[in-house]
């Protein structure tokens, strides 16, 4: 298994991971909407309601998630060349203010961070602005603000 497919499983378990966990909590949210203890006692308790609000965020929660999983259960990822731009796709080492960090760079999935090769790497979209920051530098650029050095691009 190559480097990035490596990464993707990894990615893709922690995506899975986070999906299961969230439907657990709308469906726990949902039965407490519903449930008769719920139901409003005075024109000022709004418990249901709250729960039903937060039932309907948390299921939007779990659409993106399913989105991303989907995304990266058949994300057949580019292979880029030592001196590539990055690119989505893109599997990038860096050194962030003297931590070895690694980014691979997805059009869903943003935020989500796993451990590779003993260090945290993080999932970022062209949307964040590190993602931003990021697309179309190469090997050896900097980033001032975050202090970021670019090692490797792959």
């Given at each position: ?34 449930d008769q203890d719920s139901k409003a006692e ?46 989505v796709g893109a599997l990038v080492e860096a ?60």
């Amino acid at each position: 298994m190559s480097e990035k497919q490596e990464v993707l499983a990894k990615v893709e378990a922690q995506i899975r991971a986070q999906y299961e966990r969230m439907a657990a909590a709308v469906q726990s949210s949902v039965e407490y909407a519903t449930d008769q203890d719920s139901k409003a006692e005075s024109k000022y308790d709004t418990r249901g309601l709250e729960a039903s609000y937060l039932a309907a965020g948390q299921a939007e929660q779990v659409e993106e998630l399913s989105e991303a999983l989907q995304m990266f259960e058949t994300w057949d990822l580019p292979d880029l060349e030592e001196d590539s731009a990055i690119e989505v796709g893109a599997l990038v080492e860096a050194d962030a203010e003297g931590e070895l960090v690694f980014y691979l760079i997805a059009t869903k999935g943003g935020g989500v961070v796993c451990e590779h090769e003993g260090c945290d790497l993080t999932v970022l979209t062209p949307d964040s602005p590190l993602g931003a920051k990021l697309l179309g530098m190469r090997a050896g650029d900097l980033i001032e603000k975050p202090a970021i050095t670019i090692f490797t691009v792959s």
